[in-house]
C-alpha cells in the first residue's frame, strides 16, 4: 500500500492547490478540475523521471476516481427534477439527444475513436468535468482521450461565458428564457453559474437549479455506457475465447462501482441520507474527482496530445454549437422566446 502513497499524496497536493486558486479568482470562471488537470500535465515532464510516482497516479486516476463517483450519487436526487419542473426536462431531452445523436456521425467524420468522442459529447450534455470524469472509468478511456475532452469543453465554455450576455440581451430574454437557455447549452457548473449571474441574479439562480436537474442525467447516461461497455467487452472476449470452448462470464465485465453510485443516489431521493451528510459526500466527491485529474494530467503529455491534431477541439466546437441552438430553438418553440 506505501507504493501508492507518494503518487496518491502529489495528486491531493495539486488538488488542494487547484481548490485554493479556484478560489482566488475574482470571478469563478475556471473550475478546480480544470486547473489540476492542466497543472499536471504542465508537471508531467518532471514527474514521469520519477518512477515512485508512478503507482499511485495510476491508484488515483483509476480505483480513487471511481470511489469518488460512488460517494456523487450520495449528493443526486431525483426530486430535484421536480423542483425545476417539466419545461427544462423538454430542452435537455433535445440537447442531449444533439449531443449523443450527432456527436456519434461528428465524431465518425472526424476519424475519433468513439470513447473521445462520446466524452466531448457528455462534457456538453451533461456537466463538463464531473460528466467525463464520470463516465471515463465505465469505458476504460485513456487519459489522452479524457484531457482532450476536459480541454473541448473548458475552452468552449469560456467563450460562452462571455457571450451568453451579449447574445441574452440582443435576443431579448426574459430571466427565465436566458437561465433554461444557459443552464441547458453551457457545459460545467461554474461556468453556468457565471454566464447566469452575468445576466441577471434571477437568470443565475434558475440556471443554477436547470443545471442540477441536467447533472441528475449522469446517472442514466452511466448506465447506458455500463452496458455499451459490458456488450464490446462480451464480444471481445467471446471471439478471444471461442476456440477454448469457455464461456464469457459476463457479471465479471461489469462495472460494479456503477451500483454503488446508483444505489446512494437512490437512498438520497428517499431522504434518507441526511442533508449534512450527503452535502459531505458531495464536496469529498469533488475534491477526490479533482485529484484523480491531477493524476491524469500527470499522466498525460502535450506530445501525446498533439498527434491527435485538432480534431477533438472542432468536435467539441461543433457540438457545443449545435447545443446552444437547439436548445435556444426548443425555447422557441415552447414559447418561452
Not at 54 to 60: D, E, H, R, S, V
Not at 247 to 261: D, E, T
Request: hydrophobic share 60%; with cysteine.
Amino acid at each position: 500500500m506505501t507504493k501508492f502513497l507518494p503518487g496518491f499524496i502529489l495528486a491531493l497536493a495539486i488538488a488542494a492547490v487547484a481548490k485554493v486558486v479556484e478560489g482566488l479568482l475574482p470571478v469563478h470562471l475556471i473550475g478546480a478540475s480544470v486547473i489540476a488537470l492542466f497543472v499536471g500535465m504542465f508537471l508531467h515532464g518532471v514527474v514521469k523521471k520519477n518512477a515512485m510516482f508512478a503507482p499511485g497516479l495510476k491508484f488515483t486516476s483509476k480505483k480513487v476516481l471511481k470511489f469518488a463517483i460512488v460517494l456523487l450519487g450520495a449528493s443526486l436526487s431525483i426530486n430535484t427534477v421536480l423542483e425545476v419542473g417539466r419545461m427544462s426536462l423538454c430542452v435537455m431531452a433535445f440537447t442531449l439527444l444533439t449531443c449523443f445523436g450527432g456527436g456519434y456521425f461528428i465524431g465518425k467524420a472526424l476519424g475519433l475513436n468513439w470513447k473521445m468522442s462520446n466524452l466531448i459529447s457528455a462534457g456538453t450534455g451533461i456537466c463538463g468535468g464531473s460528466a467525463i470524469a464520470a463516465i471515463a472509468p465505465v469505458i476504460d478511456a485513456d487519459d489522452t482521450d479524457i484531457a482532450f475532452a476536459m480541454s473541448a469543453t473548458f475552452l468552449f465554455d469560456m467563450a460562452m461565458i462571455l457571450l451568453f450576455p451579449i447574445m441574452g440581451r440582443a435576443l431579448g430574454l426574459s430571466d427565465m428564457a436566458y437561465g433554461l437557455w444557459a443552464g441547458t447549452a453551457v457545459n460545467d457548473t461554474s461556468s453556468v453559474v457565471a454566464a447566469g449571474y452575468a445576466f441577471s441574479e434571477a437568470a443565475g439562480d434558475f440556471a443554477t437549479m436547470v443545471k442540477l436537474t441536467r447533472t441528475l442525467s449522469i446517472i442514466p447516461t452511466v448506465l447506458i455506457f455500463a452496458g455499451v461497455q459490458v456488450h464490446l467487452l462480451r464480444k471481445q472476449a467471446a471471439g478471444q475465447q471461442v476456440a477454448a470452448g469457455k464461456k464469457v462470464n459476463v457479471l465479471s465485465l461489469f462495472p460494479w462501482f456503477i451500483v454503488g453510485f446508483v444505489v446512494l443516489a437512490i437512498i438520497n431521493s428517499f431522504g434518507v441520507i441526511p442533508a449534512e451528510v450527503s452535502s459531505a459526500a458531495k464536496s469529498v466527491s469533488k475534491f477526490l474527482m479533482v485529484a484523480a485529474l491531477a493524476a491524469i494530467g500527470l499522466n498525460t503529455s502535450y506530445k501525446e496530445m498533439r498527434k491527435a491534431g485538432i480534431a477533438p477541439m472542432v468536435h467539441g466546437f461543433i457540438i457545443s454549437a449545435l447545443v446552444v441552438l437547439v436548445a435556444l430553438g426548443v425555447e422557441f418553440a415552447m414559447g418561452l422566446v
